[in-house]
Nanobody
Framework: QVQLVESGGGLVQAGGSLRLSCAAS????????MGWFRQAPGKEREFVAA????????YYADSVKGRFTISRDNAKNTVYLQMNSLKPEDTAVYYC????????????????WGQGTQVTVSS
């Protein structure tokens, strides 16, 4: 199993950028599929992006495609979410998640979750 801790959230103006980081513990980090989800007040948690265990395959929600980039550095046990051209509708708590399977876009398949980091985009 792994433990996940997100960081890098904050307040940014529309059109700006942020990079979120997710630090993981455990010696088997490289064997896990990693994903990012987000949840706004009063809404359900939704898929944002995911990355295969070897980093060769990426998946994005239509709402962020072309603006967000997910990546991982297995040597540092860290996964990143680079967010560009941010919009007010991107405002949410962003969560990092991990699974040993390959159901990339399903929040129900992820086994481990971080505590979340707040991202607020002002207009």
């Amino acid at each position: 199993q792994v433990q996940l801790v997100e960081s890098g959230g904050g307040l940014v103006q529309a059109g700006g950028s942020l990079r979120l980081s997710c630090a993981a513990s455990g010696r088997t980090f490289s064997s896990y599929v990693m994903g990012w989800f987000r949840q706004a007040p009063g809404k359900e948690r939704e898929f944002v992006a995911a990355l295969s265990w070897n980093g060769h395959s990426t998946y994005y929600a239509d709402s962020v495609k072309g603006r967000f980039t997910i990546s991982r550095d297995n040597a540092k046990n860290t996964v990143y979410l680079q967010m560009n051209s941010l919009k007010p509708e991107d405002t949410a708590v962003y969560y990092c998640a991990a699974q040993r399977d390959t159901y990339y876009t399903s929040r129900f398949r992820y086994e481990y979750w971080g505590q979340g980091t707040q991202v607020t985009v002002s207009s």
